[in-house]
């Protein structure tokens, strides 16, 4: 078989055999195949598409190109959770230690930033110390004594994905909704959890640009994950506005860590959302019902138990052993003010505009080698639903590096005003597998 005969199959816009996406798993994890092959072969799949039985295909072949966790050792039921990706998009960080402090295991596999998306791995590096190279051992150690780990894929573990997530973020074709769908549930399936909750995003911030593509989406993982008997809830949020009130890296940490030691003062669209991916979570793995999982949420989120957990698991993920504070407080070296240039109710923040500002400032990546500026971001003073006046300050960017002047007028542009008041929150819809209906 040749890569080259593969290529040109899919670029002809014909079905590609199990044996066929087999050899070019293999072959890239293997290095026979090389990345401008492997790129050449991801566009034609972006531009021509996969059909369910080779978006199937690809996900096994991708999910069994290493190691699979079994936590038959870990006690009671593990749930996972995944977000299709955001801008501001910190809600991992903030539902895995609510859901464990409700004593419910969160196995949790984690990515890195995709295109101007944050990653969670790379805002838990925020943090001063820690790491998220577990191996599988301490991964399912940390679940069984805290509850809940955030870590990435060991060299083992989905080899395959580690490696095309990393070229498709370089190459325009991260928004395939096939490669979305393998990428995703071949690392949820090698978790090892026995159900799952996606966050599919939708709206000019997210992959999915409308509500119809994401529920597409959600479609295709929830047939995914019916093929390995596992119990699954989609989530279809908007991302049209970036989620909560910072995005970059450390400050959006510090939005969550802040959202768990006080939720009544959080930003009310990320509150909600967390509240709604938590319940599902917990419904999923102890079969109550909705109402019930919900009060659950709302009276944990309320005590210090998800703090404790969160605080846990950052020491337990420390390099050293050191029980230091937990410090995310930052100063970067150049910040912006961005005034409001009308009166009026925040109508819409472009998600979209804002991420690629926030990933030019250094939060994000263009090539796989960048470093990031763990400091640099996007704060907004003002959201969807407030009220301003002109020269009120909308929001705060800033960077270790120079800022260039003209993120102030894209700042500014990406802000829409109404004269009449707008809804501050987002309606979600919900798709569950068939064993949860």
């Not at 040109?8 to 066929?20: T, W």
């Not at 690809?58 to 299709?84: F, N, P, Q, W």
């Not at 959890?193 to 640009?209: H, L, P, T």
Request: proline share 2%; charged share 25%.
């Amino acid at each position: 078989m040749n890569i080259l005969d593969v290529i040109e199959k899919k670029k002809n816009k014909k079905q590609l055999s199990s044996a066929e996406i087999q050899f070019f798993i293999d072959g890239y994890v293997n290095d026979t195949i090389k990345d401008y092959q492997a790129s050449a072969l991801l566009m034609a799949i972006r531009i021509n598409g996969l059909d369910f039985e080779e978006t199937l295909n690809l996900t096994k072949s991708m999910l069994y190109s290493g190691e699979v966790i079994d936590l038959h050792s870990v006690e009671g039921y593990k749930v996972d959770k995944h977000s299709t990706g955001g801008i501001g998009d910190k809600v991992t960080l903030i539902v895995a230690p609510i859901v464990a402090a409700l004593g419910v295991k969160v196995a949790k596999l984690s990515g890195r930033g995709l295109g101007i998306t944050g990653g969670t791995l790379d805002k838990l590096e925020a943090i001063d110390g820690v790491s998220i190279d577990l191996t599988e051992q301490q991964f399912i150690d940390q679940v069984n004594t805290i509850g809940f780990a955030i870590a990435g894929q060991t060299q083992n573990l989905v080899p395959a994905d580690k490696k095309l997530y990393a070229l498709r973020d370089v190459t325009g074709t991260v928004d395939s909704l096939p490669l979305i769908a393998s990428s995703i549930m071949s690392k949820k399936l090698a978790s090892g959890a026995d159900g799952m909750v996606i966050d599919v995003k939708y709206g000019s911030g997210a992959f999915c640009k409308t509500m119809e593509v994401a529920q597409e989406l959600a479609e295709i993982m929830i047939k995914i994950a019916e093929g390995f008997d596992k119990s699954i809830v989609t989530v279809l949020s908007s991302m049209n506005n970036p989620l909560g009130r910072t995005v970059g890296n450390k400050n959006e940490v510090k939005e969550a860590y802040d959202l768990l030691l006080d939720p009544d003062h959080a930003d009310e669209n990320l509150l909600n959302t967390i509240v709604e991916v938590s319940t599902y979570m917990y419904e999923v793995a102890s079969k109550n019902s909705h109402e019930h999982s919900k009060q659950a949420v709302l009276d944990v989120l309320h005590s210090n138990l998800p703090v404790e957990k969160f605080e846990a698991m950052i020491h337990a993920q420390r390099l050293s052993n050191e029980q230091v504070d937990i410090n995310l407080t930052f100063e970067a070296k150049n910040n912006i003010d961005i005034p409001a240039t009308e009166a009026g109710y925040v109508k819409a923040i472009d998600a979209e505009t804002i991420g690629h500002i926030s990933l030019e400032l250094g939060a994000g990546r263009h090539t796989k080698e960048d470093v990031l500026d763990f400091n640099a971001g996007v704060e907004l003073l003002k959201v969807k639903g407030d009220y301003v006046e002109v020269g009120d300050i909308m929001m705060k960017i800033y960077s270790d590096s120079a800022i260039d002047p003209s993120f102030v007028d894209k700042a500014q542009n990406a802000v829409e005003y109404s004269s009449s008041p707008v809804e501050k929150l987002d309606a979600k819809v919900v798709l569950k597998s068939k064993d949860l209906l």
